[in-house]
């Protein structure tokens, strides 16, 4: 079992940056594939991309490539996704997530954090 607690979601500015933290607890975190998903009223949750174990791959879904990125310190057992260049439509619920599968079906994903809001004014 783990526990995962997003933070640091708030409004920003359209073109800002925002940095999004996923702590978890439990069994130990790197051992687990980590993946960050997002939620905007009235859509289908949408994988915005993941990072391997070791924390040297990542894979990002086209609509942030080059925007995000995600990484991870495994010492400290928490996930990070960084955001720049923030649009209105990167507004939504962030969620972390662990599996363990890398490159594998999102829907392999077995636990999850709470999500945290992102608000992005233009």
């Known amino acids: 079992q783990v526990q995962l607690v997003e933070s640091g979601g708030r409004l920003v500015q359209a073109g800002g940056p925002l940095r999004l933290s996923c702590a978890a607890s439990g069994r130990t975190f790197s051992s687990y594939v980590m993946g960050w998903f997002r939620q905007a009223p009235g859509k289908e949750r949408e994988f915005v991309g993941e990072?391997?174990?070791?924390?040297?791959?990542?894979y990002y879904a086209d609509s942030v490539k080059g925007r995000f990125t995600i990484s991870r310190d495994n010492a400290r057992n928490t996930g990070y996704l960084q955001m720049s260049s923030l649009k209105p439509e990167d507004t939504a619920v962030y969620y972390c997530?662990?599996?363990?599968?890398?490159?594998?079906?999102?829907?392999?994903?077995?636990?999850w954090g709470q999500g945290t809001q992102v608000t992005v004014s233009s």
């Open positions: 997530a662990v599996g363990d599968y890398y490159r594998g079906n999102p829907d392999q994903y077995k636990y």
């Open positions: 990072i391997n174990r070791r924390g040297d791959n990542t």
